[in-house]
């Protein structure tokens, strides 16, 4: 099972830019798709944006045309590089793969 650590969240304003990063240990070369989720205060969790071996990607309804998903395999690291904030994208972002999820790590967008 892989271990997965998020990192790159924080808090930004209203129309700013973050990018969450999501180090898999063991690498992604060998893995199909990976998964971004979120989990906003007092929500169930929702699907953000993939990105499969080849790098083709889909988004959520919500992201798409604001979030970009990539990978970089010689850094064992998936990025999620979020543009145009907006107070209802903060919430917890978690990393997947499979049955394996990273503790996640906080969006708040506020001004």
């Known amino acids: 099972q892989e271990h997965l650590q998020e990192s790159g969240g924080g808090l930004v304003q209203p129309g700013g830019s973050l990018r969450l990063s999501c180090v898999v240990s063991?690498?992604?070369?060998?893995?199909?798709?990976i998964r971004w989720y979120r989990q906003a205060p007092g929500q169930g969790r929702e699907f953000v944006a993939s990105?499969?071996?080849?790098?083709?990607?889909t988004y959520a309804n919500s992201a798409r045309g604001r979030f970009t998903i990539t990978r970089d395999a010689a850094m064992n690291t998936v990025y999620l590089q979020m543009n145009s904030l907006k107070p209802e994208d903060t919430a917890v972002y978690y990393c997947?793969?499979?049955?394996?999820w990273g503790k996640g790590t906080l969006v708040s967008v506020s001004s």
């Open positions: 997947n793969e499979q049955d394996s």
């Open positions: 063991g690498g992604i070369s060998s893995i199909y798709v």
């Open positions: 990105i499969s071996r080849s790098g083709y990607s």
